[in-house]
């Protein structure tokens, strides 16, 4: 799996015009699932973006997950994206390859899992539609962008 996570101001996405999450300050995330990817994979994805200490603390560093600010009574939340697109290989041509990203079938129970994850932690998780053609506003604070893959991680 793959994720791009942003820390924002706010974020919101709509389809058709209609707004089908939004969120304030927190973390705008992107989500690819592969086809080889298993729920070790989400388990992992899930704990990396909820503990990521990209939040500043009193001495402006980044020190803080967004767990560590929703304690400290901070209204923050994720708006977590379906995006196959991250599973683009670009390595040859100029049209990417999507022959490693995993089919809807596959992809949508993985997504769904991690929303499911973050929100067991209490954490506010807003969503896109799976399949959709969405559009993402935000404003990113900072910028501070992080990318995750799965692929990459020790075991």
């Not at 919101?12 to 705008?28: M, Q």
């Not at 704990?47 to 200490?53: A, G, P, S, T």
């Not at 708006?79 to 049209?95: E, H, M, P, Y």
Request: proline share 3%.
């Amino acid at each position: 799996m793959k994720a791009v996570v942003q820390r924002v101001k706010n974020a919101r996405v709509s389809v058709d015009g209609n707004t089908t999450g939004k969120i304030g300050k927190g973390l705008l995330v992107y989500i690819g699932v592969a086809r080889n990817d298993t729920e070790k994979d989400a388990d992992w994805l899930t704990d990396k973006i909820v503990n990521l200490r990209i939040f500043s603390d009193e001495q402006d560093k980044m020190n803080l997950s967004i767990k560590d600010i929703i304690a400290q009574g901070v209204n923050a939340g994720i708006l977590a994206i379906s995006q196959f697109t991250l599973l683009g290989d670009c390595v040859k041509g100029r049209r990417p390859y999507y022959g490693e990203a995993a089919d809807p079938p596959v992809a949508e129970p993985f997504y769904q899992l991690i929303m499911k994850k973050i929100r067991e932690q209490d954490i506010i998780c807003e969503a896109g539609v799976f399949q959709a053609h969405m559009e993402v506003d935000s404003i990113n604070d900072g910028p501070v962008t992080i990318i995750l893959d799965s692929a990459l991680k020790s075991t």
